[in-house]
C-alpha cells in the first residue's frame, strides 16, 4: 500500500500555497499604508494553512484509494470529452441535436444499446427542449433546426 | 406570541398559489430525486438551483422550492432502502435493516406506508422545533460581534468537515481551498484585483453554482462511469397495501421518539440526518429489547429511523437559519443559494427578511402534508421509476444541470468552467476530500474577511481580539473538538452502521 496519491497532492498543494501567497504579497499596500489588515493579509493567512496542512500531507499521507484502471480512465477522458464537444457544439448544433449526440453517446458509453441511447437522448432533448421554450419561456438555441422560427 | 404571528404571516406567504405549486413541485421531484439510489438530496438541490435562477424567482420562492426538494429527497430516500435494499444516500441507511426484510416477506406496501408516515411524523416534529427554537437562538446571536463570528465561521468549518470526511487536515485544505476560490475577483475595500490574471470572467469572483453543479453533478457522472454501477435491478413486487389503522398507532410512539431525537441530531452542527437515523434506530432497539424482533422486518425498525432522519432534516435549518452555519451538507447549498440571493443568513435575516424565514418555515409544514398526501398513492410511481437504469438516468440529470447552468447566462464559457469543476470534483472525491467545506469555503470566505477585517479595525490590530471575549474563545475551543472529535466519533459511527448492516444480512 503506497501512498503517492496524497503525497503528489501534498506537493501540488504547496506549490500552490507558495504561489497564491506570494502572489498575496506583489500587491501595492492599501492607500494610506499602515492598516492592519489589507487586501493581502487574509490571502496570506489562508496560504501559510495551506502550505502547513500540505507539509502534513506529506509526512502523513493516507493510504492511497483505489484508482481506476487504464481503460476505465479512458472512458472518463471521453465522459469528460463528450461534455466540453456539448458545450462548443450546444449554440451551432442547436439544443436538439447536440443534447441527443451527447445524451446518447453518454449513454452508449455507458453500456446501453445504441438505439436506445440515442433515442433516450432525443426524447430527452425535445421534453426539455419544449418544457424550456415554451413553458419556462426560457429559449434554448435553436441552431440549425431553427426551431426558434416557429416557437415564437 | 410573536412566533404565532410570524408563522401566520409565513403561512401568507407560502400559501400563495404560485408559492404552493413550486412547494408541490419541489415535494414530487424531490422524492424522486431522493428514490433512486445515489442521488442524495444534496445533488438534487444542487440540480434545481439554476432551474431556480434561470425562472427569475423570487427569494422566497426560490427558498420554497429547494426547502421542498430537499424534505422531499429525504422521503425518497426509503423507497430504494425498502425494495432494493440500497440506501439512496447514507441517513436512509438504517431504514434497509427492517425495510427490506419487510419487503422480502411481502409487507414492502405496509413498510412504504409506514416509512411514508413515520417521515411525516418525523419531519412535523421536527419543524415544531424550528419554529421554537429556532428564534431563541436567532435572539442570542444578535450578541455576536465581529471576532465572534469569525470564530463561529471556523468552526462550522470545523463541524461539518468532520462528517464529510474521515482526515481533519484534508477537511481543513478543504475548507482552504474554497476560501481561496473566494479570494478571486475584485477586493471590495481597495479595488485590489486578486487572482484574476486579467481575465475580465473572474472580476466578479467564482460563481459558487457553476462550481455547486460541477462538483456534485458532473464528478457524480464521473464516479459512476468508474464504479459501472450497472443496469437495471430486480424489483421487489409492492403487493396490495392492507394496512390497519392499529399499525400506525403500534409505531406511534417509536415514531415520536424518533423524530426528537432526529431534530437534536440535525440541530448540532455536522452531525445531521446521518447520526438522526443512527440514534433513533439504536436508542429504540435498545428500548424495546426483546419486544421488538427488529432486524428481521420489524415495523417500528423502518418507522424509527425515518422518524429521526426526517427530524433531523428540518433540525439541521436551525444553525444554517439562525447563525448562517449550515449543518449539514445540503442545507450548505441551501445557503448558497440564500447568498446568491443577496441575503445574508443570520440572525438578522429573522428580522431583515422576516417574510422568507417564515415563509420557508410554512412551507416546510404544508410540504409536509403534501409529501404524505403525495406518497401514499404515488408511491407505485416511485417504484416504477427505480426500475430505470442509471446509464440512462444520469446522462439526463447532467444534461438538466448542464441547460440549468447555460439558461442562466447564456455564456458557453460557463459549461467549460461547469466541466473543469467536475473534473476537479471527482479527482477531490477520488483523494477523500471532502467537497462541502470547498463550497462552505466559497460561500464564507467574503464573510469571514469582512469580519476579520472589522475585528482588526476594532481592536486597532491587535489580533488578539479574535479569541478575546469568553463567547469567541468558547466557540474556537468547540472548534477544535469539532475537528478532532468526529476524527474520533466519525469512524464508529459509520462502522457500527456498516457493522449493523452487515448483521441483518448475515442473518437472513
Known sequence: MTARGDRLLGLVLLVLA???????????????????????????????????????????????????ASRTL??????????????VLLEWLGFILSTTLAVGTLCWRMGAPVKNAYLTGFIGAVL???????LLELSLPGGLLELERWTH | MDTLNFLMQGFAVALQPQNLMFALFGAFVGTLIGALPGLGPANGVAILIPLAFTLGLSADTAMILLTAVY?????????????????????AMMTCLDGYPMAQKGKAAEALAISAIASFMGGLIGTLGLILLAPVLARFALTFGPAEYFALFVLAFATLGGITGKNPVKTVIAATLGIMISTVGI???TGTQRYTFGVLKLYEGVDFILAIVGLFAISELMLFIEERAGAGRKLIQVGKLSLRPKDILDTLPTTVRGG??????????????????????TLEKQYLGKRGHFGEGDPRGVAAPEAGNNGASSGALVPMLTLGVPGSGTTAVLLAMLISLNITPGPLMFTQNADIVWGVIAALLIGNFVLLLLNIPLVGFFVKLLSVPPMYL?????MVAFVGIYSISHATFDLYFMVAFGVFGYLLRKLEIPLVPIILGMLLGPEMEKNLSHAMVLSDGDWSILWGSPLAAGLWTLAVLGLVLPYLVGPMLRRRMRESMTESQTSD
Open chain 1, 74 to 87: 479512458m472512458e472518463l477522458a471521453v465522459a469528460v470529452l463528450i461534455l466540453i464537444a456539448y458545450a
Open chain 1, 18 to 68: 507558495v504561489a497564491y501567497g506570494w502572489a498575496a504579497q506583489q500587491w501595492p499596500p492599501p492607500f494610506g499604508g499602515h492598516e492592519a489588515v489589507g487586501p493581502q493579509t487574509f490571502p496570506t493567512i489562508l496560504s501559510v494553512v495551506l502550505a502547513l496542512c500540505s507539509c502534513y500531507l506529506i509526512a502523513k499521507p493516507d493510504p492511497d484509494t483505489h484508482w481506476p
Open chain 2, 394 to 398: 444520469l446522462p439526463v440529470v447532467t
Open chain 2, 187 to 189: 477586493e471590495m475595500a
Open chain 2, 260 to 281: 426528537i431525537l432526529g431534530f437534536i441530531a440535525g440541530v448540532l452542527p455536522g452531525a445531521g440526518a446521518s447520526l438522526g437515523s443512527f440514534i433513533s434506530y
Open chain 1, 128 to 134: 426539455v427542449f419544449v418544457l424550456f421554450n415554451h
Open chain 2, 71 to 91: 424534505a422531499g429527497a429525504m422521503y425518497g430516500g426509503r423507497i430504494s432502502s425498502i425494495l432494493l435494499n440500497i440506501p439512496g444516500d447514507e441517513p
